[in-house]
């Protein structure tokens, strides 16, 4: 799959800004043989007085900026064009048992960005709760599948949880979104992290997009109108990562594309930094992930 991505997101200021630094995570990944970004640009509105770009320790792109003249509103648009392969979904059945990935995942030397040992640990959005893992865990036999229960508990958000706008806040924890069952991606991602890290299973955090017009005769996914999150689950050295997307009971695919992966949503917020003023301010996103016809 081709696409056009187009991401416009804007703060308007009720007191002026005196100067701002962010640090943007707007560019789509690349990875080979699932993922290549084509074309990127980003405009800033107003123009920053320092513009640097880079990358974190997950491979994930960075842009830091500082915008030193009073603004009333800060604009940030993105444009890309992401070429997305369709990767096969292993057999769930065919997977390690949940012990022999558990086990593995503790014996593992590996420190680099894709290890399972970063996705293994309490983080700092994802702390361990008992509850969630008494509850994901009885979809779990230590003789089961890793994949295939991984799937199973996939479906259960999405039955047992309530997909609503506007219930939780950016800084809702897993333990509220549990408790409440209802929010939205990001909500239903930290809590299956949540509980596959509290049994073991190492579990990191993708955030990305969803194409906004869906096939003929399929209906239109929940969270293709911003941006949207999901979960990989370490399956063992041979299947490594898996996404799976809880929002929509869905293993990821060619109509999930990815801007970064970490241990958590504060690991790849979009945006984050420090302003200086004394005012509230308004936020709006708006994406478009579009098709391209060959």
């Not at 320790?57 to 940030?76: A, K, M, R």
């Not at 958590?264 to 016809?293: E, F, M, Q």
Request: net charge negative; aromatic share 8%; hydrophobic share 40%.
């Amino acid at each position: 799959m081709l696409y056009d991505i187009r991401q416009t997101t804007t703060y308007s200021y009720q007191v002026p800004v005196r100067v701002v630094r962010q640090v943007l995570r707007m560019t789509p990944a690349d990875r080979p043989g699932h993922q290549h970004v084509i074309a990127h640009m980003l405009d800033i509105d107003p123009e920053p007085a320092e513009l640097e770009r880079g990358t974190d320790f997950f491979g994930n792109g960075l842009t830091w900026l500082t915008v030193d003249q009073p603004h009333d509103y800060l604009s940030i648009t993105t444009r890309s064009r992401v070429e997305v392969a369709s990767t096969p979904l292993p057999d769930p059945a065919a997977t390690l048992f949940v012990d022999e990935v558990r086990a593995m995942a503790m014996e593992q030397h590996d420190l680099g960005p894709g290890a399972a040992v970063h996705g293994l640990f309490p983080s700092r959005a994802v702390p361990l709760d008992p509850e969630i893992t008494e509850w994901a865990g009885t979809s779990f036999r230590g003789d089961r599948p890793v994949l295939e229960a991984g799937l199973e508990l996939m479906q259960r958000i999405k039955a047992d949880f309530v997909y609503q706008p506007g219930a939780t806040r950016v800084t809702t924890s897993p333990h509220e979104a549990f408790v409440a069952k209802k929010g939205v991606c990001q909500d239903f991602a930290q809590v299956m992290i949540c509980g596959l890290r509290g049994l073991g299973l190492p579990a990191r955090y993708v955030s990305g997009y969803l194409r906004t017009i869906p096939p003929e005769g399929q209906p239109r996914l929940e969270g293709a109108d911003a941006t949207h999150a999901w979960v990989e689950i370490w399956c063992g050295p041979v299947a490594g990562w898996i996404g799976l997307d809880p929002t929509n009971a869905i293993p990821a695919c060619d109509d999930h594309i990815i801007l970064a992966v970490g241990r958590d949503y504060a690991d790849v917020a979009p945006v984050d930094g420090v302003i200086v003023t004394s005012g509230d301010h308004l936020l709006s996103v708006g994406v478009d992930v579009v098709p391209v016809v060959r």
